[in-house]
């Protein structure tokens, strides 16, 4: 086996149910992997902003595939950024303000964005994945580049909401589902597959020769697409299904785990 990049998903996967990980292992860790070479990737549906606060050492040294593939950094420059068109953000607006069970977050590249009349609890919570969150009165007042829609909705109602925005939308915006009522809707085919793999032709990287871990259903084209891919105990099963292998849970430090095995010596080779 040789590994040249490891990708990993972040809630439910590298972080445990707390949103902790052990700092002292994986920096032990980190300093393998910086020493022969490994890469190392962040690749979460979550806020870039939020991301490097959990690698304040590090963050200018590793790469970053944030909300969901939409916003690519290597070693604190920018690679990638996606970028909803104007008429199809009117649309999805315009779709979504007829849902009454939503709570919706507007993700752009500088900022994100929620309704000033939102639920206090919604804003508050978040509050832990959004590091720059501000509050506007209409939806069509954003500016900037906006790359990703992050909505809350009750578990009964999600099956029902993700084909109707895959029939209503279709073509337009792609719904997937991180669990517990979040859904993230993205531009078509900018996943995290695809961000691993700008990351991977950057520093000349094959499928066979990269570790993903994930948890959820936004993790799914990584997992198929890593040659070695990890799907979390905690995982639903159609994760476990995409996945090649599977490691403990996140409250186990399941991805460590693997880390650890993945630095060991090959049998064989000095």
């Known amino acids: 086996m040789s590994i040249r990049m490891i990708a990993v998903d972040m809630d439910g996967t590298f972080l445990d149910d707390r949103m902790r990980y052990d700092r002292q292992w994986f920096s032990r860790q980190y300093a393998l992997l910086k020493a022969r070479g490994i890469k190392f990737v962040v690749a979460s549906g ?3 902003f939020q991301l490097i606060s959990f690698f304040p050492e590090i963050a200018g040294e590793i790469a970053f595939v944030a ?4 916003y690519i950094v290597n070693g604190g420059r920018e690679v990638f950024c996606g970028e909803i068109s104007r008429e199809h953000y009117a ?8 849902i009454p069970y939503l709570e919706t977050i507007v993700c752009a590249k500088e ?3 929620r309704l000033n009349n939102a639920e206090p609890g919604f804003y508050q919570q978040m509050g832990k994945y959004y590091h720059r969150l501000a509050g506007v009165d209409d939806f069509l007042s954003v500016s900037g580049t906006i790359f990703k829609f992050a909505l809350s909705l009750p578990d009964e109602k999600l099956a029902g909401f993700m084909r109707f925005i895959d029939t209503e939308l279709a073509g337009v915006i792609t719904p997937v589902s991180s669990g517990h009522g979040s859904v993230d809707l993205i531009i078509p085919g900018v996943h995290k597959a695809n961000g691993l793999r700008i990351l991977q032709r950057l520093w000349d990287i094959q499928d066979h ?10 993790d799914i084209e990584m997992l198929q697409q890593a040659g070695f891919s990890y799907a979390m105990a ?3 099963d159609r994760i476990k299904t995409a996945a090649r292998y599977q490691t403990s849970s996140n409250n186990d430090a399941g991805v460590l785990r693997v880390i650890d095995k ?3 010596p090959v049998p064989g080779r000095s």
């Open 46 to 48: 979550n806020q870039y």
């Open 67 to 70: 909300e969901n593939g939409a």
């Open 91 to 98: 649309r999805i607006i315009h779709t979504l303000a007829e």
């Open 111 to 113: 900022c994100a964005y």
């Open 209 to 218: 020769e990269v570790a993903a871990f994930g948890d959820g259903g936004n």
């Open 234 to 236: 905690n995982a639903p």
């Open 262 to 264: 993945l630095l060991q």
